[in-house]
């Protein structure tokens, strides 16, 4: 038996094992949306949480882009840029270039909103710095993933195009591979994340840079802004989810 039609064989049956084997694409297709409108109420209470601590002055009334600067400072590094780009919320670490790309209101910002993000964003040079493995993984996915999010969506049209065949069905569910990739982007993503923010905060605390009462602003900023990666998994997650359900469905 050659590999594919071994691994044609292998696909002849539904997904069974409980829930996945039972979700309907209905139920799937509803979790979406419900994914969906959480990802909006979270992004909404960021920009409102963001809004209202960019209007907290910092009490040594440095800038974001001084405060990275000297976060970057304090931990040793002294190859990467500090730069501002357009936009809101669009605040980056890029590895390529070893810059950490601030936002106008975050790079010229003096408020502790601005602190938190400039802060974060460093946290991803001190990651880079140390070979911190989850954001290694990371970016060694990145390419694999442009790659996947290209191509998944017409595999998978080419599989329903040869639905009648057990070879479509084979194609199908390489396509939904192709998917779970930006999924376990996502899943990677979330310690990556979460641990540049402790990484800030845990800065911002130890440096003086923020008093007492200035770091509870700063910790509310950045726990909403890690939750928005925390609907992007779980929406990341539904999407696998409803493609499996309408593949099994097909073959009930």
Known sequence: MTFVNLMTASYQEP????????????EAFILIIVIAIVGFVVQSRLRSVFSKYSEVALPNGMTGAEIAAKMLRDHGISNVTITHVPGSLTDHFDPTNMTVNLSDEVYAGRSVAAA???CHECGHAIQHAEGYAPLQLRSALVPIVNFSSRIATWVIIAGLVMAASSAGYLVCWI?????????????VTLPVEYNASNRA???????????????????ISLRWAARTYLVA???????????????????N
């Open 201 to 219: 905060l845990e800065w911002l605390r130890t440096s003086g840079t923020l008093p007492g009462p200035y770091i509870e602003g700063a910790e």
């Open 15 to 26: 997904i069974t094992g409980g829930g996945l084997s039972s979700l309907t694409t209905s």
């Open 116 to 118: 938190a993000v400039a």
């Open 233 to 251: 998994a779980l929406s990341a997650i539904a999407s696998v989810l409803y493609y499996i359900a309408l593949m099994n469905n097909r073959r």
């Open 175 to 187: 396509g939904i591979g192709l998917i779970a990739m930006s999924a376990v982007f996502s899943i």
